[in-house]
């Protein structure tokens, strides 16, 4: 069973940045492909980007593409969401989540989770 850790969350001004981690217990077949999603209150969950651990492969959401990176370190298990030019609207839980086949990017695809983390952008 993939283990999935987050930190990095934090209250930062609108226009500012924050960098979210992901480490993982281990890389198998299982976790191929990493990816971060958000929930803010009274809303569904929704993508913001993923990446594949052997080629780097990345897709975002529309919504963050230009402003937020995904990146992952091979030798550290690690995932990282770089995250640029916040909007208040960016306000979530930020969960990194892992699958094994680089296909749909839905909630219900993902099948390990982290606990996630706070994101508030103030306006």
């Known amino acids: 069973q993939v283990q999935l850790v987050e930190s990095g969350g934090g209250l930062v001004q609108a226009g500012g940045s924050l960098r979210l981690s992901c480490a993982a217990s281990?890389?198998?077949?299982?976790?191929?492909?990493m990816g971060w999603f958000r929930q803010a209150p009274g809303k569904e969950r929704e993508f913001v980007a993923a990446?594949?651990?052997?080629?780097?492969?990345?897709y975002y959401a529309d919504s963050v593409k230009g402003r937020f990176t995904i990146s992952r370190d091979n030798a550290k298990n690690t995932v990282y969401l770089q995250m640029n030019s916040l909007k208040p609207e960016d306000t979530a839980v930020y969960f990194c989540?892992?699958?094994?086949?680089?296909?749909?990017?839905?909630?219900?695809?993902?099948?390990?989770w982290g606990q996630g983390t706070q994101v508030t952008v103030s306006s």
């Open positions: 989540a892992a699958k094994r086949e680089w296909d749909t990017m839905s909630v219900s695809s993902f099948a390990h």
């Open positions: 281990q890389r198998t077949v299982s976790n191929n492909v």
């Open positions: 990446t594949y651990w052997s080629d780097g492969l990345r």
